[in-house]
């Protein structure tokens, strides 16, 4: 993994070899150095995934909700920001280390919960938290992840942190649960996501039939045909399962007992009298996900989160919901530096990650980079994003001048100085 907590120059691109001589990078022979003339963006590796993959299965990812309207604003948000360069400074020593919750990570970015994950790839959870953990960066595993918290836990420890969705039932006995094998596996940090008061219509997933476990009809047949590589690796490794309900269903629970589980009694919302009990039963650091509006990261602060996560989903709940990049200064404004802001959506380059830090943000999390990536390519596929995002944000420090502004990245709540505050417009 790239030694990022090391002085470099920005030209050089981290994790690869030395050049032989001449100019450029084309000539590296390392498998970093290959990935990268490969897949020079993160776009390189979704359209690779795309083509792996079956399109019920791309579709799941890669989609928002109704028009995908959410997912395109987040795009142009960050796109909208500019940042004024400042030049004629020192800008050789970069770090790109930060803190978060009293914690050191490598990277202003981590990962964001993805349920479902393994239906791009067989393993994605597993992988991209074993990935994560090499480099350092934040895993957030999801409540509906195809792997168990005890697993993730022994397979991520100084990176894991926990996503739930309420399952209300029996006055949250499950839910607890969830929370308590959390805080016993180690997890650092809960995430509590608000934004699913309802399922929300995911219209690629209605035109293509996605069913779970998945049922072969003539149409999803036929997008297995074109992606042969993953209905091998499908064979292999079985479908993907809800693993971390076996604990209640029992390992002989089938992959359907389990579907059908999360989809009777992970519903409704996560009230703000669940965030009081759920802050009650957790000890660690309690993020709020899904927060748009001032009003209600005030709530979640009074209520005790140390931390606001401002995310519309990806863009698949709500398609009217603001840009969450447009959403974040207002709230950073309000929280005041009483919690850690944190923010998400199409976050997909070291120069988002500088956008939103300069928009106030403390750090950011990806969900769609790292899972496209581990499609396209498997581990090293996350591997080599980390790096992307490690040089792009190299790049963009020094550009910016933020680099020789004594800018310290994950600053604590109320700290003075806080994240990177390049000049920007608007
Ligand atoms: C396939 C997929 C599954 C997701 N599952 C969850 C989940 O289980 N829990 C959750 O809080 N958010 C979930 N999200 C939302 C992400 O945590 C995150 O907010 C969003 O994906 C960020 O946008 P990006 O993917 O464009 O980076 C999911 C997103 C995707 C793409």
Redesign the pocket.
Known sequence: MAGVAAPASPATPAGAAKPAGGWGTGGLSTEAARLRRRFPTVADLAAQARRRTPRFAYD???GGVNDDLG?VR?RRALDAIEIVPRYGLDVRSVTTETTLFGRGYALPVGV??????GL?WPDADESIARAAQRARIPY?M????NTSIERIAAIAPDVFWY?L?NVPENDHAVSLDLIRRAQAAGAHAL?L?M??PVRSKRVRDVRNGLVVPFRPTLRTAWDVAWAPGWALAMLRKGQPRFRNFEAYLGPDASTADLASFVFQKMTGPLTWDSVARFREAWSGPLIV??ILHPDDAETAVALGADGI?V??????QFDAAPATASALPAIVERVGGRATVLV?????SGLDLLRVLGRGAVSA?????F?MAYAAAGEDGVDHVVRLFTEELRVALAQSGAAAMGVTLGAAPGAAGGPAAPHHHP
């Open positions: 799941f990812v890669a997912l987040n964001a919960p993805m349920g479902l994950a791009l957030v999801s409540t509906v992840a996503q969705y995430v996501t934004d699913v996900k899904g996560l995310s519309n989903h990806g863009g698949r998400d959506g199409s976050i997909s999390f990806a969900g769609r980079a899972l």
